[in-house]
């Protein structure tokens, strides 16, 4: 195959090795606050001071200098590097740690740590200091609130009709470093089955709620598997 058209997922698992805490694995984000307090608009509405707060630690732990992409962040780079202009990375997450490992052909479906958004206007403002209720928009003067440009439960992912025509023309799907518990993303790998012909792959540290939908399955650390999945590709090893 000349350059396969590939589409990878990506969860909270693959920056777990990087220092960053998943939701729903042991101590997990959710095991520490409600998600309805921090993670919806309605909780946004009821206490905004508690939403940035639980945002401004996320964002002041991301710019800490331990906190660095790892083998498999850079793996996925390289993958990108190697087959230009034929590699989505779809990541669920909203650090910027596959930015900083190198992909350029990325969507942040839920929306990114480093960003702000005017409730009012809707302008979109890289931000990656603290962000409270006193912060005013530049563009409207703060007619409304900036939020994290982050989505909430409830909210509509961002660039969904892009992702799923990719899902659909793909010959490969990817899955690294999630749960399979949160639509639409849980939902990917039966689109491809059903709506595309991509083989489905899933990269995890154990088997997802979608497992059974993958054609294969690879368990083990992000670091270890990724990296190595992706030199069985570039080296023709896996045949696509
Ligand atoms: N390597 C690979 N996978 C790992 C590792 C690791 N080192 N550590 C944990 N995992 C796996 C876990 O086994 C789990 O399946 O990563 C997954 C993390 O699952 P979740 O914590 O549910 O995170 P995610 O799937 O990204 O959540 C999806 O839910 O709350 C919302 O918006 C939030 O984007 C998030 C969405």
């Not at 698992?13 to 307090?37: N, P």
């Not at 703060?142 to 899902?167: K, N, S, T």
């Not at 790998?189 to 054609?215: K, M, Y």
Request: glycine share 10%.
């Amino acid at each position: 195959m000349s350059k396969p058209s590939i589409v990878i997922l990506t969860g909270a698992g693959i920056s777990k090795e990087s220092g960053l805490d998943t939701f729903r694995c042991a101590g997990g984000l959710w095991q520490q606050v409600s998600l309805e307090d921090v993670a919806t608009p309605e909780g946004f509405q009821r206490n905004p001071a508690l939403v940035h707060d639980f945002y401004n630690a996320r964002r002041a732990q991301l710019r800490s200098p331990e906190i660095q992409p790892n083998e498999a962040h850079r793996a996925l780079a390289r993958l990108e590097q190697e087959f230009p202009g034929t590699v989505l990375l779809v990541t669920q997450n909203i650090d910027d740690l596959h930015e900083r490992a190198g992909s350029q052909s990325l969507i942040h479906m839920h929306g990114e740590l480093l960003k702000a958004e005017c409730e009012a206007c809707g302008a979109v403002l890289p931000w990656d200091g603290d962000l409270s209720e006193a912060d005013v928009c530049p563009s409207c003067q703060g007619a409304g609130l900036l939020r994290p440009r982050v989505v909430w439960f409830g909210e509509m992912p961002l660039e969904m009709p892009r992702i799923f025509h990719a899902l659909e023309q793909c010959d490969l799907f990817i899955s690294v470093g999630t749960s399979g518990n949160v639509y639409p993303a849980a939902g990917f790998v039966d689109h491809v089955q059903r709506c595309g012909q991509g083989d489905t792959i899933e990269l995890n540290l154990e088997p997802s709620e979608g497992a059974s939908l993958f054609d294969q399955k690879r368990y083990g650390p992000a670091t270890r598997i990724v990296p190595a999945f992706v030199e069985e590709i570039l080296s023709g090893s896996y045949r696509l």
